[in-house]
Structure formats: structure tokens, C-alpha cells
Nanobody, 115 residues
């Protein structure tokens, strides 16, 4: 079992920045990858960014150049630095950890970007 606790969401004006954190605990040795999904009202869930234990990183095209995912192995924490935020980034962001074949999920944190 893996437990995930997110923090860092909130309200920000367009052009601003936020940093999300996701701290993992439990069977962290089994984690293959961690990352963030988001879902806005009326829209499908979207993979925002992910990082594997091998260091491979993927981003959604919509956030490339603005968002950066990173990890602190000592703290078992993954971060999502979000810069140049746009109103269309408004969504609930959920952290996940993939431990094959199971996905574990955080509760989600709301990010609201005002125009």
C-alpha cells in the first residue's frame, strides 16, 4: 500500500505560480512512477506530468515549458512547479503513484487561476 498526501493548491492570478507537493509513504520501494493528473469541470482527466523511478519525465503538451515535475527521493516527495498559469489550468490536481499493476491516488487539490 502507498499513501499520498498532496499540498499546495489554491487561488492565483493568471501569470502567477504555484507549487504542488505529493508526499508518499508506505510501500514506496514498489513505486515505478509518480505524477499528476488534473480534471476540470466538464472535461476529461488529463495527465499533466509524470516521472519514473528511472528519471524519465513526460509532460502534457499544454503545460510544456510552464510546468516542471521534480522529485526528492530523500523526502519521498514529488513536486509540480507551475509557472505562467492560465485560467485553463484551473482544475483539481491529483497525485498518483504507480506500483505495477496498481495506481494509488491522493485526494486531490484544487488549483484556481483567475483571469
Amino acid at each position: 500500500q502507498v499513501q499520498l498526501v498532496e499540498s499546495g493548491g489554491g487561488l492565483v492570478q493568471a501569470g502567477g505560480s504555484l507549487r504542488l507537493s505529493c508526499a508518499a509513504s508506505g510501500s514506496i520501494f514498489s513505486i515505478n512512477a509518480m505524477g499528476w493528473y488534473r480534471q476540470a469541470p466538464g472535461k476529461q482527466r488529463e495527465l499533466v506530468a509524470a516521472v519514473t523511478t528511472g528519471g524519465s519525465i513526460n509532460y502534457a503538451d499544454s503545460v510544456k515549458g510552464r510546468f516542471t515535475i521534480s522529485r526528492d527521493n530523500a523526502k519521498n516527495t514529488v513536486y509540480l512547479q507551475m509557472n505562467s498559469l492560465k485560467p485553463e489550468d484551473t482544475a483539481v490536481y491529483r497525485c498518483y503513484a504507480f506500483s505495477a499493476p496498481v495506481y494509488y491516488w491522493g485526494k486531490g487539490t484544487l488549483v484556481t487561476v483567475s483571469s
